[in-house]
């Protein structure tokens, strides 16, 4: 994603973002995760329209903080 977003033209304002959805209750996630697919969908979402005016990669996590790369 780092290398996608270095080819975009200069002055690009496209939003691009890596997601890190926490620990969900899933069978790959397990019966331990702390949320559920329910829980955390609304934020994910929540995360990706805010992004929406904010252009240039970012890897955030469900609450719209940045992950350390």
Request: aromatic content about 8%; overall charge negative; glycine content about 10%.
């Amino acid at each position: 994603m780092r290398g996608y977003a270095a080819r975009q033209p200069e002055g690009t304002a496209r939003a691009l973002v890596l997601m890190a959805p926490g620990w969900i209750k899933t069978d790959i996630g397990g019966p331990d995760a702390p949320f559920t697919i329910d829980d955390n969908i609304p934020k994910v979402v929540d995360v990706l329209l805010a992004k929406r005016d904010r252009p240039g990669l970012e890897f955030l996590d469900y609450s719209g903080d940045t992950v350390p790369w």
